[in-house]
């Protein structure tokens, strides 16, 4: 049988980078590798990424094993609760609304959110006007999908909900969406900057979706695993590791203000 989790980060007495995990527990991380630069799958099949680079580092710091469970986004918060997974580390934005549900680390990083669409479409995210009868894509779950849901669908926008990101692309491209709405980084880095993306630009100006930036989703009693994680998170901020990491994609700080 095994022990709860919150029974084992709480058991110990000792601290290393501000551990409060044993040596060798696995945490069970919860990711949704469709969205390039922060989660994706290299050729072999593994993982890659801003979040699973930074999850593995956060694991090492509270002495625990990474394990990687593959997920569609919009049953993250499911899993969690049904105990499949001991975290969510898949870009999930720290909103109002998702707190009620789970609790969350510390900020990882934030970036702001544009639409997506072809050069000279003339349409503009920021005039939901010029969006009227458009086909907007959004993944399944995103706050990208409640934004678009509570201010463009009264303005006559069809917003369509995919499972997974690389989805909305490929519609996208193929002529099935008049746009994407999605944060800028992901954009710009797993789709403009792509081969797959050329002819295609941001569309009006950045849009505040509300949130308090991207953390790590827990259950809400897992408040020993929150303070273990949020020291990790202080400490590669504090020691230069956070901005390594952040280097191997980024020209920029992505932690944001």
């Not at 995103?142 to 009264?154: D, G, L, R, V, Y």
Request: aromatic share 8%.
């Amino acid at each position: 049988m095994k022990t709860p989790l919150i029974l084992l980060l709480a058991a110990l007495g000792f601290a290393c980078h501000g551990a409060f995990a044993r040596d060798n527990d696995t945490i069970r991380l919860g990711i949704d590798p469709t969205y390039p630069p922060m989660d994706a799958k290299a050729p072999d099949g593994s993982l890659k990424g801003f979040d699973v680079d930074l999850g593995n580092e956060i694991c090492k710091r509270i002495r625990a094993r990474c394990e990687w469970v593959e997920l569609e986004f919009s049953g993250m918060i499911p899993a969690l609760q049904a105990r499949k997974i001991d975290a969510i580390m898949s870009s999930m934005a720290i909103t109002a609304k998702r707190e009620e549900q789970i609790l969350f680390s510390s900020k990882l990083f934030q970036f702001n959110s544009r639409l997506v669409a072809k050069q000279g479409s003339g349409l503009n995210g920021s005039a939901p006007a010029t969006l009227a009868g458009k086909q907007i894509g959004v993944q399944t779950g995103t706050q990208f999908e409640s934004f678009a849901q509570s201010h463009w669908a009264p303005a006559g926008v069809h917003v369509v909900a995919y499972k997974g990101q690389d989805e909305v692309f490929s519609d996208l491209v193929n002529g099935r969406l008049d746009g994407a709405l999605l944060g800028t980084v992901e954009a710009d880095y797993g789709f403009l900057r792509t081969p797959q993306g050329k002819g295609y630009s941001f569309v009006g100006e950045p849009l505040d979706m509300g949130d308090r930036g991207v953390g790590i989703g827990m259950r809400k009693d897992e408040t020993a695993l929150q303070t273990s994680i949020n020291t990790a998170i202080a400490s590669m901020r504090k020691d230069g590791t956070y901005a390594q990491i952040a280097h191997k994609y980024f020209d920029f700080d992505p932690y944001g203000n």
